[in-house]
């Protein structure tokens, strides 16, 4: 599950320095932030060590390399249609991946947030 997955990595993360080593980026750094900010993410989010985690994940790959990772194209799972990493949302428990048309078909969670048939969150 998405938060034993985080905590695990905020975990590997302190005991190996808090250096680069096991900082989030690209597509795990985008499901991670918009997760945090669900509701299922939002009790993770309050805790200083994943605050912690987050913001160094930031410094390291949340400028302009994450932006060129947002303009990448890819491809919904379901149409199979192409679009702007930025406008296509993701599963973050399997490699489900939705345009916003399709995202519109599937279950909502009672949040505001989507989920995914294999009942995980879907982001971003
Ligand atoms: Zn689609
Ligand atoms: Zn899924």
Redesign the pocket.
């Known amino acids: 599950m998405m938060r034993e997955r985080l905590l695990a990595y905020v975990y590997y993360w302190q005991i190996n320095g808090k250096g680069s080593h096991g900082l989030l980026r690209d597509q795990d750094y985008l499901k991670t932030t918009c997760w945090l900010a669900t509701h299922a993410g939002s009790e993770l989010k309050a805790l200083p060590e994943v605050a912690e985690f987050m913001a160094a994940c930031r410094d390291a790959y949340g400028g302009e390399s994450y932006e060129r990772y947002l303009r990448q194209r890819d491809r919904c799972t379901v149409c199979g249609e192409s679009y702007k990493v930025e406008n296509v949302s993701y599963?973050?428990?399997?490699?489900?991946r939705y345009c916003a048309r399709c995202r519109g078909d599937i279950q909502r969670d009672g949040h505001g947030g989507y989920l995914?048939?294999?009942?995980?969150q879907?982001v971003g």
């Open positions: 599963c973050v428990e399997c490699h489900m995914c048939d294999c009942g995980g879907v």
